[in-house]
């Protein structure tokens, strides 16, 4: 473009041409759920449709009181709404306090625009601190750009004409003009974006068990629920005289005739409803949503329930340097001056006051005089000098940081002085006196150089030879609470991995100050040039530079496929994509729009030290859920069963207004409140296994009590009213063992919860007969009941006895070095497999099996020639029954040969 247009920049006419073409820079930027999107995807699940099923058949009975299971549906949904609603405001604000205008010119006059209005070939004014809203290529100007949220890379990077600037990144120092080259999806933040907006499925332990019980129930219950109904038709058939050919042609002449066979159907979806695990659907997400309201005080925002869970259960963390373990800011790692004596120290330096060093004066003093347009590194300086006593003196002349020139200066009435790079400012042998020194400094910082001139010309160079009077190194800030968060993650044996776009030394280094172990082995990421490479490296480092986005989210699958539960926290562009393929994702707030959309947890204030914050909740829950699920999922497993039992021996005995009595006290009201108890110690054991572990003695012991009850009702001619009495006391005496079981060790909270769930019972079953269809028993049945409710017990409290004793089988996934090995740890032993695939398997083997046939066939080689020369040496002797043989054996050396002594004379 020439100079002309340039200072035009385009027409009203050429804008109206690229508008009507579609070349405007629309906004490509990841989104946050539509409401309509959240509610639709709250509402339109399994759980709400298996149970706006069964409203649909209690309301044809007409008895309205047992719809009570609703409430449990509506408020699960709510807090799944609100949640979701909650997530998407913050994260919506949080995205508002990003600038979103440019400057471009045209015809002739530069205009403010918002980013949806640059056009292809527009001219645009980037300055100090602006973000670059488009690619675009430099026509003018210089500029310093820091490109760390698409690369990782932390230094800044000199842009002059014909360099080419990325979308995203922003302007470090100086000024310039650029022509936007790409617009809308075609810019390589939308490139990126876009390879993110695949839906990422939630790796959730308990939502996975959920769904399972869930999908489980929902397959078992259509055959359970038409046999359990046909087998209670059949019952009403024989009770109304077998009237009509069939029970079926007698139900179906009912229903046309307006009348619901009400109790077949009400005892039907009795059970079904003791099949659904409502309960624990509800209770999860209460505990999650209280879980993220205690960390939202902690300024951490989790945009997904189970996230929380999933962060607690990862046993590999990859960290981004920038932004996570720095502050994305410069610091002053330490200032070394260098002795006056034979550097050529001058007479102004007996000017400088005495409680300063020559060092510091200069530094303090050209930092502020540069401040005007401060770069991170002046700005570290400032920084740096706050708060520290060193003279401020008035400036003579100020020399500006030049990208061309590597060195700012200023004059002042003690001396001139001069910083920056060494090989910039020094002469050749100035240079050689200090290199070792630059370069021992240089292995963990960014090195500057300090040295007194005699002056500046008027075009701003340098007056006579610059003499070197200290150094200052400038390093990536580390956040405070960085070394203790990585602490605590050592502490908990979670493998620690640095992947960062940055020079892999200077992420090393970095590494090391804040205690990853194994930091003092890196790997450039470009010489990963090879999938098999980089796979390899996965098992050989903990420390990755100059990684790319895609090469960051191939990482995090290769520790996936080596069945890692991998957590990934970034806050750029370029992490977006690694983000995504984690199982948990935690992105900064002051980071890009597209890591906060697409992570789990957003850190609002910034701080990696609220991520054990983030473990202890998670810990909390999943230990609390694991012990209040057993109350739920012992309903789930002992309606399945009674359902299957009751086929043959109908009717089912509950109804659903006394699963309601059952859920309330026996489960709900302890689930929640065990639920809810401070809990951090360490997630032990699969979810599901061990949740099974503690329901299925409570489950069999209702099952064998229920069919005791149906028995001695069948012999002794009870009323369906009093075997559905005597099975509800029996399943709240074996659920009230099952709670004073889990409430071990007792504490004063669970003392009390013990007596409400006691006290609860007995008033709910002696207060409200009529509407929890309670039969009056006599002593007879209240004798035979209490038998059956010390036999629920005693077979309750063995079986639990005998479930404790067995020993858990568990499968680990070894880290650090040892990744890739899986150690399955059972009660008969262990055994140590490869957790690579199987055709990696087949070829290992195969490969192993080739070597040790080669090995046995070079042996046997060996030991063959060894004989025959061995036959060959010795002189023939008569036989003797005496005489010994010589022996070739192998040896840990190769092959032995052992020849037979002889017998001194």
């Keep these: 473009m020439a100079a002309t247009d340039i200072e035009r920049g385009l027409s009203t006419a050429e804008v109206e041409e690229r508008i009507a073409a579609g070349k405007i820079n629309r906004n490509m930027e990841l989104k946050t759920k539509s409401v309509k999107e959240l509610i639709i995807e709250n509402l339109c699940t399994l759980f709400n449709l298996i149970n706006v099923i069964l409203a649909f058949?209690?309301?044809?009975?007409?008895?309205?009181?047992?719809?009570?299971?609703?409430?449990?549906?509506?408020?699960?949904?709510?807090?799944?709404?609100?949640?979701?609603?909650?997530?998407?405001?913050?994260?919506?604000?949080?995205?508002?306090?990003?600038?979103?205008?440019?400057?471009?010119?045209?015809?002739?006059?530069?205009?403010?625009?918002?980013?949806?209005?640059?056009?292809?070939?527009?001219?645009?004014?980037?300055?100090?601190?602006?973000?670059?809203?488009?690619?675009?290529?430099?026509?003018?100007?210089?500029?310093?750009?820091?490109?760390?949220?698409?690369?990782?890379?932390?230094?800044?990077?000199?842009?002059?004409?014909?360099?080419?600037?990325?979308?995203?990144?922003?302007?470090?120092?100086g000024l310039l003009r650029a022509r936007v080259i790409h617009v809308g999806a075609d810019n390589y933040v939308a490139k990126i974006n876009n390879e993110a907006k695949y839906v990422k499925k939630v790796n959730s332990e308990i939502m996975n068990a959920l769904n399972a019980i869930v999908r489980f129930a929902s397959i078992i219950m259509i055959p359970l629920g038409l046999a359990l109904f046909a087998s209670s038709v059949s019952e009403l058939?024989?009770?109304?005289?077998?009237?009509?050919?069939?029970?079926?042609?007698?139900?179906?002449?009912?229903?046309?005739?307006?009348?619901?066979?009400?109790?077949?159907?009400?005892?039907?979806?009795?059970?079904?409803?003791?099949?659904?695990?409502?309960?624990?659907?509800?209770?999860?997400?209460?505990?999650?949503?209280?879980?993220?309201?205690?960390?939202?005080?902690?300024?951490?925002?989790?945009?997904?329930?189970?996230?929380?869970?999933?962060?607690?259960?990862?046993?590999?963390?990859?960290?981004?340097?920038?932004?996570?373990?720095?502050?994305?800011?410069?610091?002053?790692?330490?200032?070394?001056?260098?002795?006056?004596?034979?550097?050529?120290?001058?007479?102004?330096?007996?000017?400088?006051?005495?409680?300063?060093?020559?060092?510091?004066?200069?530094?303090?003093?050209v930092a502020r005089a540069t401040s005007a347009d401060a770069n991170e590194t002046c700005q570290a300086l400032l920084n740096y000098y706050a708060d520290r006593p060193v003279e401020v003196s008035e400036p003579l002349s100020v020399i500006p940081f030049s990208s061309s020139k590597k060195w700012s200066g200023a004059s002042f009435a003690h001396g001139s002085y001069v910083m920056g790079a060494a090989q910039f400012v020094l002469s050749d042998r100035a240079f050689a006196q200090v290199e070792n020194r630059v370069a021992e400094l240089a292995d963990t910082c960014r090195v500057l150089v300090v040295a007194r001139v005699d002056g500046f010309t008027p075009d701003g160079d340098m007056v006579g030879e610059a003499e070197p009077v200290g150094f200052v190194t400038i390093r990536d800030e580390i956040r405070t609470s960085a070394a203790e968060t990585i602490g605590y993650f050592n502490e908990q044996g979670v493998t620690l991995n640095v992947i960062s776009g940055d020079d892999p030394r200077t992420v090393s280094s970095i590494a090391r100050v804040v205690g990853v172990p194994g930091a003092d082995a890196y790997v450039d990421a470009t010489t990963l040039d090879t999938p098999a490479k980089l796979d390899a490296a996965v098992d050989r480092y903990h420390v990755f530079g100059r990684v790319t986005p895609q090469q960051k989210r191939e990482l995090v699958q290769a520790l996936k496929r080596r069945e890692h539960t991998v957590a990934m926290t970034g806050d750029g562009v370029n992490d977006v994509l690694a983000l995504k393929e984690a199982d948990c994702s935690v992105a900064m707030a002051a980071g890009s729009d597209a890591a906060r959309n697409v992570a789990e947890i957003v850190l609002v204030d910034n701080d990696f030290a609220s991520m054990p914050a983030v473990v202890a909740e998670g810990r909390r829950s999943i230990n609390n859920l694991q012990r209040s699920a057993s109350l739920f999922l012992t309903k789930t497993l002992f309606?399945?069963?009674?359902?299957?039992?009751?086929?043959?021996?109908?009717?089912?005995?509950?109804?659903?207004?006394?699963?309601?009595?059952?859920?309330?006290?026996?489960?709900?009201?302890?689930?929640?409140?065990?639920?809810?108890?401070?809990?951090?110690?360490?997630?032990?054991?699969?979810?599901?296994?061990?949740?099974?572990?503690?329901?299925?003695?409570?489950?069999?012991?209702?099952?064998?009590?229920?069919?005791?009850?149906?028995f001695v009702a069948r012999v002794f001619g009870f009323s369906q009213l009093t075997l559905s009495t005597m099975c509800l006391l029996t399943s709240c005496a074996a659920s009230v063992s099952l709670i004073w079981r889990i409430s071990q060790p007792l504490t004063p909270l669970r003392v009390v919860l013990f007596v409400f769930v006691v006290a609860g019972i007995l008033v709910g079953v002696i207060g409200f007969p009529e509407l929890l269809s309670i039969a009056n028993l006599s002593m007879g049945q209240m004798v035979i009941l209490a038998v059956i409710v010390v036999f629920t017990c005693s077979v309750f409290f063995k079986l639990a006895t005998m479930m404790d004793s067995l020993k858990p089988r568990r499968r680990h996934a070894a880290t650090g070095f040892g990744r890739g090995v899986r150690v399955h740890l059972g009660r008969g032993g262990g055994k140590v497999s490869s957790t690579g695939s199987t055709a990696e398997r087949f070829a290992k083997r195969f490969a192993a099996d080739m070597a040790q046939r080669r090995e046995d066939r070079t042996a046997r080689e060996a030991e063959a020639r060894a004989l025959e020369g061995v036959a060959q040496a010795q002189p023939k002797k008569k036989k003797s029954t005496g005489a010994k043989r010589s022996r070739v054996t192998k040896s840990a050396q190769g092959i032995k040969v052992s020849m037979p002594s002889k017998k001194k004379k």
Excluded: H
Aim: charged content about 20%.
């Design 57 to 173: 058949l209690v309301i044809l009975t007409g008895s309205f009181k047992n719809l009570t299971f609703l409430f449990v549906v509506f408020l699960n949904t709510a807090i799944g709404v609100i949640q979701s609603m909650r997530s998407k405001k913050m994260v919506d604000k949080l995205t508002l306090l990003t600038s979103k205008k440019a400057i471009a010119v045209r015809d002739g006059a530069e205009v403010e625009l918002d980013l949806d209005q640059i056009v292809l070939d527009d001219i645009i004014r980037l300055g100090r601190g602006d973000q670059i809203p488009a690619d675009a290529v430099v026509v003018s100007g210089e500029a310093l750009v820091n490109e760390s949220l698409l690369t990782g890379e932390s230094d800044p990077i000199k842009k002059q004409p014909g360099s080419e600037l990325m979308s995203g990144s922003f302007i470090d120092s």
């Design 237 to 365: 058939w024989d009770a109304a005289g077998t009237p009509g050919d069939s029970a079926l042609s007698w139900c179906f002449s009912e229903l046309l005739a307006g009348r619901v066979p009400s109790s077949a159907l009400l005892s039907t979806v009795g059970a079904l409803l003791g099949m659904i695990p409502q309960g624990l659907v509800l209770l999860t997400s209460s505990v999650l949503a209280i879980a993220t309201v205690r960390l939202a005080r902690r300024k951490v925002l989790a945009q997904q329930l189970y996230c929380i869970e999933t962060l607690a259960r990862v046993d590999v963390l990859c960290l981004d340097k920038t932004g996570t373990i720095t502050s994305g800011r410069m610091e002053v790692e330490g200032t070394y001056p260098l002795p006056v004596e034979g550097m050529g120290a001058g007479e102004g330096d007996a000017a400088v006051p005495v409680d300063t060093t020559v060092l510091d004066f200069a530094l303090a003093n």
């Design 639 to 710: 309606s399945m069963g009674l359902a299957a039992l009751c086929i043959a021996l109908p009717p089912y005995p509950f109804e659903p207004i006394q699963m309601t009595l059952i859920n309330f006290f026996c489960i709900g009201a302890p689930g929640f409140v065990l639920g809810l108890e401070p809990n951090n110690a360490r997630v032990k054991g699969a979810f599901l296994s061990n949740v099974l572990k503690r329901a299925l003695p409570a489950s069999i012991a209702v099952i064998l009590a229920a069919a005791l009850d149906i």
